[in-house]
C-alpha cells in the first residue's frame, strides 16, 4: 500500500517530488552516459572552434547534398541517442527493474549473413506491479531534442558575425530562439502526462476507477492519438516542405537564416511526434479511414511497420550502413585526390558510426548477462574480439614497437645545393638601397591564403621586385605554408602575376578540413595500432594534404609527392630569374628545441640557428623532400599529427616556439651583420604578415589609447579558475611573437631609418564583445566604453563599404564572411581576402613598401600608422 498523501503539506510533497527527480536523474545519467558524453563532444567541436562556423557557411553557400546529409545524421543520431540507453537502462535493471521486462531474440532479416545475428528486444512482463519511472524515460527522450538544440546553437554562432551588423536586434531574437527549444519538451511532457493519466484504472489513492469514467477516458484517449495523427502529418509535410526551400533556395542571408532554424525547428517536432506515436502507429492509422484522411493513413502506414522494435532496429542498422558507405568514399577521396563534400556530415557520420558500434555491443553486454548468454559462440566470440583489441592497443602502447604511421620519407642530397657563399654573393651584388625579410604568422588555411593573397598583390605593385630585394621568408604553420607555395608558384609560374592568382584562387578553394576529419577518425586512428603502425603503403593526412597542393601547383595529377629534395626545389625557384629569397621552414621539436631547414647550404647550422636542429642535413647524406619537410611546420598540436624524423625524433607545428616567423629571419639578420660586406648600410624593412583577429583587436585597442590619451582603460576582470589561467597562459601563441614584435618596433624607432617594420593585419570586423573578451572583463568606464564603441564603429564602417551592398534586402546573400582559423574557407570568406586587400590601411602600407622597393635614399617612417 502506498502511504496516503492527503495530509502532505506542499513542502512535504516538494521535497518527495524533488527526491524523485534526482533518483530519476540518477538513473537516466547512468544509462545515458555514453550518449551525453557525444553530446558534449559535438557541442564542444561546432561551437568552440572557429573552423565549424566556416564549415556551416560553407554548407549553405555549397552544394544541396552536403546539407541534406547534415541534416539526415542530426536527425539520426536524435534518435539513436534517445534510444539505445533504454537498454541500458532495463538489461542492467536500473531502478529494480530488472524483473519488469523479457527479452526476446527476433530475426527480422533473414537472408545470410544478417539471419546468424539476432536483435535483441524487450517487452514488459504481463500483470506486473512495476511502475515504470516516467521521468527517466522522459529525460532521455530530451536527448534527442538536446542534440537538435546544440544543433540549432551552431546555426546562431556561425551567422553571428554577420547578424550583429544588420538592423535588427540580434541579441533579442536569439533569445527567443533558445526559449523556443523549451517548448518541445515541455509539450512532450504534458502530453505523456495526460496519457498516463487517461490510462489509469487506480486513483492515486490506489483506488479503482469507476468503469464509465475508464470508458470515457478511453474515448478522450483515442482522441488525444487522432490528433496527434493528424498533428505528425501536417509538421512532416511542413518539414518536407521546409527542407526542399531550405536545400534548393535558402543562402547565406538573414533570410536564409530564419529558413534554416526554422526547418530545424520543424525537425525537432517530426521527432516529437514520431516518439509520441511510434508503438501506437497501427492503432492511430486505423483511426482514417475515410476519403478525406487517406494522406493521413497512408503517411502513418509508411512507418506503422517500426511498432515492431525489431523493425524499428533495423533503423538504426540502415543509417548504419549509410554512414559505413558514406565514410569510405570520403575516405578514398581523401587518399585519391577526389570530391568531398563538406565536414560536417562527415564528422556528424562518424559520431553515428562509432556510438552505433559502442551502444551495440553494450547492449549486447548487457543482455547476454542477463539471459545467461556467456556460453554462446556469438558471446565467446565478443569477448575474444575484445581480447584481441586489448591485447593489440597493448601492443602498439606498452610494448617496443617503433610506430612508422607519420613517418616522413628520406631521400639522398645531390650535393649541388646553393651554397652559403654564393647566396651571400648575391646579396652583396645587389645595388638596392632596402633589402627585406618576409615573416608570415600562422593560422589554418586563413594564415596561407592570406600570405599567398599579399605576397601577390606586392609582387604585382612592384612588377617582382620585392622578393627579388627580400633576403628571407619565414613563417609558422599556414604562414609558412604560404610561403613555401608561393616559392613553388613562383619556380612554376616565376612573374605570370595574373597566372599565380589563378592557382591561388584555385589552391584556396579546396577543402582540407574533410581530408583531415575523414582520415582523423578513420585510417589514421587505425594504423596507430601495431601491426598496421609499421609502413604499409599507406600515409597519412598531411601528406595527402600537400599532395593536393603540390597538384594544383603543378597543374598536372600525381598520386604521390615529389621526391625532390627541399633544397633542390628551392634551387629551382632560385634559378628561374637569377635569385630568389632564402626559405626558413620553422618546426618545434619535442626536447623544446627549434626545427629548421634553410634551403642554403650553410657553413656552420648552430652560428646562425641557436638551440636548433638541422633537419636539412641528416646523416648519412639524407634530406626531406620538399613538401614532406614543408609539411612538418604545419601540423597544429591535437588536431594534426606530429612528423616523425627517423633518428631524430617528433616534429610538430612552429607556432608552439614562434607562431610568427620573426626569430628565424632575426636570425639571418644577425648571422650577416657580422660580415659588415654583406648588407653594408643598407636599410632593412622588415615586412611581417599577421592575419589574427586577436592580434588585430590589439592594434585597435592600444591605437584608441594612443589617439586618446588613455594609458589604460578600465576593465572588471572575470575571475578564473587557476588551472584555466594556467592553460589559457600555456596554450598562447603570442607570447613570443608579441615580444619579437614590440623588439623590433623599438629598434626601428631607435635606428633613424636604418630599420623598417611593416605590420599586414588581416582587418576584421570588431564588436564591444569581442574587445571585453580579448580584455577577459567588462570596461567599467561609462565614458570610455562609449568612445571606444563609436571608435570600433568607425572601424568597421570601412570594413563594411568594402564587403557589402548598401540597400541589401533581407534574403539577398552576404557575399562575405571574415575568415576563420581552419582547412577549408568558404566562397564568402575568399571574397573577403580578395575585397579587404583594398582596405585603406593595407593600401598606405603597400603604398609605403613599394616606395622603399624603389627608392634609393634611407627614409624614416614619416606616418607611424604605416607600420601597422
Known amino acids: 500500500m502506498k502511504p496516503n498523501t492527503k495530509n502532505k503539506s506542499w513542502i512535504e510533497s516538494s521535497i518527495d517530488a524533488l527526491h524523485h ?127 537538435h538544440g546544440v544543433w540549432i546553437h551552431f546555426i546562431i554562432s556561425s551567422f553571428k558575425p554577420n547578424l550583429i551588423f544588420e538592423n535588427f536586434p540580434f541579441a533579442i531574437v536569439k533569445g527567443i530562439i533558445y526559449m523556443f527549444l523549451v517548448i518541445p519538451f515541455v509539450l512532450y511532457i504534458y502530453i505523456k502526462e495526460k496519457e498516463v493519466r487517461l490510462k489509469r484504472v487506480k486513483d492515486k489513492q490506489n483506488k479503482p476507477i469507476p468503469e464509465q469514467v475508464q470508458q470515457e477516458n478511453i474515448k478522450k484517449l483515442r482522441a488525444l492519438y487522432k490528433r496527434l495523427g493528424i498533428y505528425y502529418f501536417i509538421i512532416a509535410l511542413i518539414m518536407i516542405l521546409l527542407l526542399i526551400v531550405t536545400i534548393f533556395i535558402g543562402n547565406f542571408s538573414p533570410g536564409g537564416f530564419f529558413l534554416i532554424i526554422l526547418t530545424s525547428y520543424a525537425f525537432i517536432f517530426n521527432y516529437l511526434f514520431f516518439r509520441l506515436l511510434r508503438t501506437k502507429l497501427t492503432l492511430v492509422k486505423s483511426m482514417f479511414t475515410s476519403a478525406v484522411a487517406l494522406p493521413v493513413n497512408l503517411f502513418l502506414g509508411i512507418f506503422s511497420g517500426m511498432q515492431k522494435s525489431e523493425n524499428y532496429m533495423l533503423l538504426f542498422y540502415f543509417n548504419f550502413l549509410i554512414a559505413f558507405v558514406f565514410l569510405l568514399f570520403s575516405t578514398l577521396s581523401s587518399i585519391n585526390g577526389g570530391h568531398l563534400v563538406n565536414g560536417i556530415p562527415i564528422l556528424l557520420a562518424f559520431f553515428y558510426f562509432y556510438y552505433f558500434i559502442i551502444a551495440s555491443l553494450g547492449k549486447y553486454f548487457f543482455v547476454a548477462r542477463k539471459n545467461n548468454l556467456q556460453k554462446t559462440k556469438r558471446y565467446k ?23 612508422t604511421t607519420h613517418e616522413l620519407d628520406l631521400v639522398e642530397n645531390t650535393k649541388s645545393e646553393i651554397t652559403e657563399q654564393v647566396f651571400l654573393d648575391s646579396l652583396k651584388a645587389k645595388q638596392d638601397n632596402t633589402l627585406f625579410f618576409i615573416a608570415s604568422h600562422g593560422g589554418g588555411l586563413k594564415a596561407n591564403v592570406w600570405t599567398l593573397n599579399v605576397l601577390n598583390k606586392l609582387q604585382k605593385s612592384t612588377e617582382g621586385k620585392l622578393l627579388n630585394q627580400t633576403i628571407a ?67 597519412d593526412r598531411p601528406y595527402y594534404a ?136 643598407k636599410q632593412i624593412a622588415y615586412i611581417e604578415i599577421i592575419n589574427s583577429k586577436t592580434l588585430y583587436i590589439n592594434y585597435l585597442v592600444e591605437l584608441f589609447k594612443t589617439e586618446n590619451n588613455f594609458d589604460n582603460i578600465p576593465k572588471n576582470e572575470n575571475e578564473t579558475d587557476n588551472i584555466v589561467v594556467d592553460l589559457q597562459t600555456g596554450l598562447n601563441l603570442d607570447k613570443i611573437p608579441g615580444y619579437l614584435s614590440d623588439y623590433i618596433n623599438n629598434w626601428e624607432e631607435s635606428q633613424g631609418g636604418n630599420i623598417r617594420y611593416f605590420k599586414i593585419f588581416m582587418p576584421h570586423k570588431v564588436s564591444m564583445d569581442d574587445v571585453e573578451s580579448f580584455f577577459g572583463g567588462k570596461i567599467t568606464d561609462a565614458e570610455k566604453a562609449t568612445l571606444l564603441k563609436g571608435f570600433l564603429a568607425e572601424k568597421n564602417t570601412v570594413i563594411l563599404n568594402l564587403t557589402e551592398k548598401p540597400e541589401k534586402s533581407f534574403f539577398d546573400p552576404w557575399e562575405f564572411y571574415e575568415p576563420t582559423l581552419s582547412r577549408h574557407l568558404s566562397k564568402s570568406s575568399l571574397n573577403y581576402v580578395h575585397a579587404i586587400l583594398n582596405h585603406p590601411l593595407l593600401r598606405d602600407q603597400f603604398k609605403e613598401i613599394e616606395t622603399l622597393v624603389n627608392t634609393q635614399v634611407i627614409e624614416e617612417n614619416k606616418n607611424p600608422e604605416t607600420a601597422f
Open 21 to 147: 527527480f534526482v533518483r530519476s536523474f540518477k538513473n537516466f545519467f547512468k544509462s545515458s552516459f555514453l550518449s551525453l558524453l557525444v553530446i558534449t563532444i559535438i557541442l564542444l567541436l561546432l561551437t568552440q572552434m572557429d573552423q565549424a562556423f566556416t564549415m556551416m557557411v560553407d554548407l549553405i553557400e555549397g552544394g544541396w547534398f552536403s546539407l541534406l546529409l547534415a541534416f539526415f545524421f542530426i536527425n539520426a543520431l536524435a534518435i539513436a541517442l534517445s534510444h539505445y540507453p533504454i537498454y541500458t537502462y532495463y538489461a542492467s535493471g536500473l531502478n529494480n527493474s530488472g524483473d519488469y521486462t523479457e527479452w526476446h531474440e527476433k530475426n527480422p532479416i533473414r537472408f545470410w549473413p544478417f539471419k546468424r545475428y539476432p536483435i535483441f528486444v524487450f517487452t514488459a512482463k504481463k500483470d506486473t506491479t512495476y511502475v515504470p519511472d516516467n521521468w527517466a524515460n522522459y529525460l532521455r527522450y530530451f536527448i534527442g531534442l538536446l542534440i
Open 381 to 403: 566470440l565478443f569477448l575474444a574480439g575484445t581480447a584481441i583489441a586489448v591485447v593489440l592497443i597493448f601492443i602498439t602502447n606498452f610494448s617496443n614497437v617503433e610506430v
Open 473 to 539: 621568408l619565414s613563417g609558422a604553420s599556414g604562414g609558412s605554408l604560404g610561403l613555401a607555395l608561393y616559392t613553388g608558384l613562383y619556380k612554376e609560374d616565376g612573374l605570370d602575376f595574373d597566372k599565380i592568382q589563378k592557382k591561388i584562387d584555385v589552391l584556396s578553394r579546396q577543402n582540407y578540413t574533410s581530408l583531415d576529419l575523414s582520415l582523423t577518425f578513420g585510417l589514421d586512428t587505425y594504423r596507430k595500432i601495431w601491426p598496421l603502425s609499421q609502413r604499409i603503403g599507406l600515409k
Open 546 to 681: 600537400m599532395i593536393k597542393y603540390q597538384n594544383n601547383i603543378q597543374n598536372t595529377p600525381h598520386e604521390k609527392l615529389s621526391e625532390v629534395s627541399f633544397r633542390d626545389y628551392w634551387k629551382s625557384a632560385f634559378t628561374k630569374h637569377g635569385y630568389f629569397p632564402s626559405l626558413i621552414m620553422n618546426t618545434a621539436g619535442t626536447k623544446g628545441n627549434r626545427g629548421i631547414l634553410w634551403s642554403v647550404k650553410q657553413e656552420n647550422f648552430n652560428d646562425i640557428f641557436p638551440y636548433a636542429e638541422n633537419l636539412a642535413d641528416l646523416e648519412n647524406n639524407k634530406t626531406l623532400p620538399y613538401y614532406q619537410a614543408v609539411s612538418t611546420t604545419n601540423r597544429f598540436p591535437v588536431f594534426s599529427p606530429a612528423a616523425k624524423i627517423k633518428g631524430y625524433g617528433h616534429y610538430i607545428d612552429a607556432g608552439a616556439i614562434d607562431n610568427s616567423g620573426l626569430l628565424g629571419c632575426l636570425d639571418i639578420q644577425n648571422y650577416l651583420q657580422t660580415n659588415r660586406k654583406i648588407l653594408r648600410d
